[in-house]
């Protein structure tokens, strides 16, 4: 409704996310997951001091090394990836918060179609920084009070719901987000879907094998960098259309 | 509940005071941080020309689509309640992790001594070697969000060969990307995970069009979480009716 006699502050809108948001981001985000880092290790001093349980440095070089083997790529590769969606604001706290594909990731994208900003823009991560802010309050207060009061209650569950719960929703969800995002880019969306089953069967297939680990690395790297190569090709060879604005 | 009988020694530390006391600083930077960014995006969004509501709704749908994820994140902490205890449990899905992360974090730490989760004379030397690891292999992420994020806009600068117009292109390709790899790893995993991919993807459909069509804002904020409950129904009646065809 704004929208239409807003058109000259755009670049005012710009400036305050250029100069002033995003230095303070920038500023705060990394103190913060700083800080996170060092308190992180609570527990384990926790165990190291009170408890006086000190685990051999073998013991837990071994296990870490084993765990960078496999998951090491991912530090960097998932940051990378996600970024052009959750913006700078949004790595910072996706990455602090965990479970960013199965909880902050939809709820960045949902919160953007409904308060119609489009994503990649100054706007879009406003709302998506609000939305993920919104859901680290749910998912720490539901978790906090899970793990003291409803864990014998999930426990009485039926098997088949308990399974239920754990297997069939968050693909639901993945299959939401890509809907909600193919609606607009419905071409981009059939490239990524055929390169990321493709590179998915190639892995199941065992055809990658010639590359050092477990190569699901290079099944995100192809999927993501991938369609964007390709949309970028299509956008500038006219074959992509703007969403239309509803 | 279900093990209360021959529950290990090493859970008894793992369930002290003193582990809920160690884990709740990390959880309070958290959401300190959380707070601080929300208040920030919204006094600079307002400023930027977003409307209260379109802060609202953004906040709004983060909250409701936020729960059905965290009550299947809770769902998938009851394994690691059973395993590393309430405290770290909470604090790893609170914070930094995924259970597809800690599992095999913490299995790799007790496997250093010949150990599997779930067994019942597990060490606390095993446990407090699972705890390190877990501790350890998640601070990659956040060390990388700390120092990497400032510089990753230039990254995406270059992905979009600087032209404005195209960042918006290229972040919905990144997003169809990620969540394409996402829901191809549930596709391959069976046919009831494929239906509730594919339910969703519909029913997110209909439900955005139907929210344009009619102009129908509660719809558009309610839309995943509608999405992600239609697909939880429609892969239990598959797994109950057909079972998985691969």
Not at chain 1, 12 to 18: I, K, L, S
Not at chain 2, 122 to 136: N, Q, R
């Amino acid at each position: 409704m704004s929208g239409n006699e807003s058109h000259a502050s755009t670049d005012g809108g710009t400036n305050v996310y250029e100069d002033s948001f995003i230095p303070y981001v920038n500023a705060w985000g990394r103190r913060t997951n700083l800080l996170a880092v060092a308190l992180s290790f609570g527990p384990a001093v926790v165990l190291l001091t009170v408890f006086d349980i000190a685990p051999p440095t073998e013991a837990v070089t071994s296990a870490f090394v084993a765990v960078a083997a496999t998951y090491g790529i991912f530090w960097f590769i998932e940051p990378i990836s996600y970024y052009p969606v959750l913006g700078i604001p949004g790595t910072y706290m996706a990455f602090l918060s965990g479970n960013i594909s199965n909880l902050r990731l939809p709820c960045a994208a949902a919160a953007q179609e409904s308060a119609d900003v489009q994503t990649g823009t100054s706007e879009g991560s406003i709302i998506s920084t609000i939305a993920i802010a919104a859901s680290i309050g749910v998912n720490t207060t539901l978790l906090g009070v899970g793990a003291f009061a409803l864990v014998s209650a999930f426990q009485a569950l039926p098997e088949l719901w308990r399974t239920a719960l754990g297997s069939y929703l968050v693909p639901a969800v993945f299959g939401a987000i890509f809907a909600q995002f193919g609606r607009d880019y419905p071409k981009v969306a059939g490239v990524g879907f055929v390169l990321a089953l493709a590179m998915t069967m190639l892995l199941e297939g065992g055809f990658l094998g010639f590359l050092p680990g477990y190569p699901l690395y290079v099944v995100i790297i192809v999927s993501v960098f991938g369609t964007i190569l390709v949309a970028r090709w299509m956008w500038e060879n006219g074959m992509l259309e703007p969403p239309e604005e509803s | 509940m279900l093990s209360l009988a021959s529950t290990p020694a090493y859970l008894d530390v793992a369930n002290s005071h003193w582990l809920w006391l160690s884990t709740l600083p990390v959880v309070l930077v958290v959401l300190l941080q959380a707070s601080i960014f929300l208040r920030r995006a919204w006094s600079d969004g307002k400023e930027m020309g977003l409307s209260e509501e379109q802060l609202r709704s953004g906040f709004k749908t983060g909250v409701i689509s936020a729960i059905g994820p965290a009550v299947a994140v809770l769902v998938g902490m009851l394994a690691l309640i059973a395993t590393v205890g309430g405290p770290v449990a909470w604090m790893r899905l609170s914070v930094i992790g995924s259970v597809a992360f800690e599992l095999p974090a913490a299995e790799l730490g007790v496997s250093q001594f010949g150990y599997s989760l779930g067994d019942e004379n597990i060490s606390e030397t095993a446990y407090a070697t699972a705890v390190w690891t877990m501790t350890l292999g998640g601070t990659g992420w956040l060390l990388f969000s700390a120092f990497g994020t400032p510089h990753m806009e230039k990254l995406r600068q270059k992905m979009g060969n600087g032209r404005e117009k195209l960042i918006p292109v290229i972040s919905s390709a990144a997003m169809l990307g990620a969540f394409a790899y996402f829901l191809t790893g549930e596709v391959a995993a069976g046919t009831p995970e494929t239906g509730s991919v594919a339910t969703g993807g519909i029913v997110m459909l209909i439900l955005l069009r139907i929210a344009d069509e009619r102009d129908v804002q509660w719809l558009r904020e309610w839309a995943l979480g509608t999405a992600m409950i239609v697909g939880l129904v429609v892969g239990v009646a598959l797994q109950v009716t057909v079972g998985s065809w691969w």
